[in-house]
């Protein structure tokens, strides 16, 4: 699987970007040519130079180091959410799976009711209800989106149910908790993988979405949607001030929705063929 991912070259291209825009937001501190939060208000709106490589913003501050400074809460509070977001869903999914009957029935009919929902507008009512903070944001949106991953996760379970080997196991006398660790999770590991690409893809634009209308990290905090958010105020007289950021949003989500392409066909290679 890993010999036909690393022969792709789109795979690769996108790994690349995952893992240098990592690189840059973990040593942000070192690589960034200034703090972020310095103001110089007579420098306001400069041009790009050696001394700010994307110029300056209303306040007179890099650009560039703010757009470093702001992948930590765009990527590494994305991760953030995806992590919880699979957790839980893994967990409800395999129950529901695996057990079917009782168990089945009433997980899914909570996945029902939470699908019934349109998934922004859940969100914009959970933040309401808690209080604006980026916090608040996270566990809406984990609240939220899991009962989409427990339903694809269950169905993927569902097809290892039956097979020689987990009914071997139950007949030497395996425990639940053996087989669904042991056998299941390994199992659906490849639709997992190609799920949590594209689940951090949805929680960057979330994240940075309700940053842009005030509801998630809060200013002077440097995040790539916060950052938009300043900048529409000067929309017109310097477009460049979104440009950057906006471009920054859509290359990473894009990134991470090609490599769940990637994903799928080096996991999956029979069915891209039929």
């Known amino acids: 699987m890993l010999k036909q ?7 690769l291209f996108c790994m690349v970007i995952i893992g ?3 690189l840059l937001g973990i040593f942000a501190p070192w690589v960034a040519p200034h703090d972020p939060y310095s103001n110089d208000i007579l420098n306001k709106f400069a041009g790009p130079s050696w001394l700010y490589p994307l110029g300056t913003d209303q306040l007179g501050r890099c650009v560039f180091s703010r757009m470093l400074h ?6 590494f509070l994305a991760l953030l959410t995806m992590f919880g977001t699979m ?21 899914m009919r909570i996945v029902d009711v939470m699908l019934s929902f349109p998934s922004q ?17 996270i566990i809406a949106s984990i609240f939220i989106k899991w009962a989409w991953y427990a339903r694809m996760i269950r169905t993927a379970t569902i097809k290892y149910t039956e097979t020689n080997f ?12 053996y087989i669904l660790t042991r056998h299941m999770l390994p199992c659906i590991a490849a639709e997992l993988a190609v799920l949590a690409s594209l689940d951090t893809g949805w929680a960057i634009l979330n994240i940075s979405t309700l940053s ?36 920054a949003v859509v290359v990473l989500v ?3 929705n090609l490599l769940g392409d990637s994903l799928r066909d080096a996991l999956d290679p029979k069915a891209v063929r039929q």
Do not use: C, H
């Not at 869903?89 to 089945?104: E, H, K, N, S, T």
């Not at 987990?166 to 006398?173: A, P």
């Open 212 to 247: 842009f209308l005030g509801l998630g990290v809060q200013a002077p905090t440097p995040e790539w949607g916060a950052m938009l958010n300043e900048a529409k105020n000067v929309m017109i007289s310097n477009p460049e001030q979104m440009i950057v950021p906006g471009i």
């Open 5 to 11: 991912l690393f022969k792709n070259p789109m795979a």
């Open 70 to 75: 702001g992948i930590r809460p765009t990527l």
């Open 20 to 22: 240098i825009t990592a």
């Open 121 to 137: 507008i859940m969100i914009l009512a959970v933040v309401a209800l808690l209080g604006v903070d980026i916090r608040n944001v």
């Open 87 to 107: 957790t839980l869903g893994i967990v409800m999914g395999m129950l529901a799976g695996y057990f079917r009957g009782i168990v089945d029935e009433i997980i």
């Open 166 to 177: 987990v009914l071997y196991s139950r007949s030497v006398g395996s425990g639940n908790f």
């Open 254 to 256: 894009g990134a991470f």
